[in-house]
């Protein structure tokens, strides 16, 4: 029983600490640029057409692979640009209502590999 409970711990911690590696610094509202949103760092921005407007349906181990964009916390929300509350409690950016996200196995500024990800669920989010 102990040792069940150590490897559901060291798991809940690697999958824990695994959004907060892959996930970039909460920032401003995303910047476009070559056609599509993007990080602070450069990174390419997603939709997911599972999410509805306002609500990010991408959480647990789908956040690790595909971290949300997140908000700093004197960011406003202005035009097209919102902010969703996440299950847990982080704040998203959304564009048009759809939560953004960046792709794990991106590596380098401009890399789109999640672009048509899971039979095409998946979109780079252009203006």
């Not at 029983?1 to 809940?12: C, G, H, R």
């Not at 057409?49 to 908000?71: I, R, T, Y």
């Given at each position: 029983?102990?040792?069940?409970?150590?490897?559901?711990?060291?798991?809940?911690?690697?999958?824990?600490?695994?959004?907060?590696?892959?996930?970039?610094?909460?920032?401003n509202?995303?910047?476009?640029?070559?056609?599509?949103?993007?990080?602070?760092?450069?990174?390419?921005l997603?939709?997911?057409?599972?999410?509805?407007a306002?609500?990010?349906?991408?959480?647990?181990p789908?956040a690790?692979?595909?971290?949300?964009?997140?908000?700093?916390?004197?960011?406003?929300?202005?035009?097209?640009?919102?902010?969703?509350?996440?299950?847990?409690?982080?704040?998203?950016?959304?564009?048009?209502?759809?939560?953004?996200?960046?792709?794990?196995?991106?590596?380098?500024?401009?890399?789109?590999?999640?672009?048509?990800?899971?039979?095409?669920?998946?979109?780079?989010?252009?203006?």
């Amino acid at each position: 029983m102990i040792k069940l409970l150590s490897t559901a711990a060291a798991v809940a911690l690697v999958v824990g600490t695994g959004l907060a590696f892959a996930a970039e610094p909460a920032s401003n509202a995303p910047m476009a640029k070559d056609g599509m949103y993007v990080t602070a760092k450069g990174m390419t921005l997603y939709t997911f057409d599972k999410d509805s407007a306002g609500k990010s349906v991408c959480n647990g181990p789908c956040a690790v692979n595909w971290p949300p964009a997140l908000v700093a916390d004197d960011a406003k929300a202005s035009g097209a640009w919102s902010i969703v509350t996440r299950d847990d409690g982080l704040k998203q950016w959304a564009y048009k209502g759809k939560p953004l996200y960046a792709f794990a196995k991106d590596k380098a500024p401009g890399d789109k590999t999640g672009d048509g990800f899971l039979n095409g669920a998946w979109h780079v989010a252009k203006p």
